[in-house]
């Protein structure tokens, strides 16, 4: 296999969309510089309001667990959560 992709879907509380968007924006770039096993990790809006998709690529379930517990993911996911309509709806898909 080579690596595992992953959608995420997160539901955001009407209001909550520039707070949540601020967030993330601290977020992706921690990902970036300190998860070695990760190549990709951006939001994109969707054409729902309040909706959201991250597009996230691992090089194995190692680099995912990684990414799961690792501080920065904890810290700002916590800061994510008052924004969120719901738990995220995560979909994980292997490599070809």
């Known amino acids: 296999m080579s690596g595992i992709g992953v959608i995420a879907t997160l539901r955001v ?9 601020g967030v ?4 992706a770039p921690a990902v970036r510089a300190n998860e070695p096993g990760n190549s990709f990790y951006k939001l994109f809006r ?16 190692a680099a995912v667990a990684a990414h799961r517990a690792s501080d920065h993911f904890r810290t700002l996911g916590a800061k994510l959560d008052p924004c969120l309509a719901g738990a995220p709806e995560i979909e994980s898909l292997p490599g070809v």
């Open 24 to 27: 993330f924006a601290e977020l």
């Open 13 to 21: 509380q009407p209001g909550k969309e520039a707070e949540f968007e």
């Open 46 to 61: 969707t054409a729902e309001t309040g909706v959201y998709k991250v597009l996230e690529c691992y090089d194995d379930e």
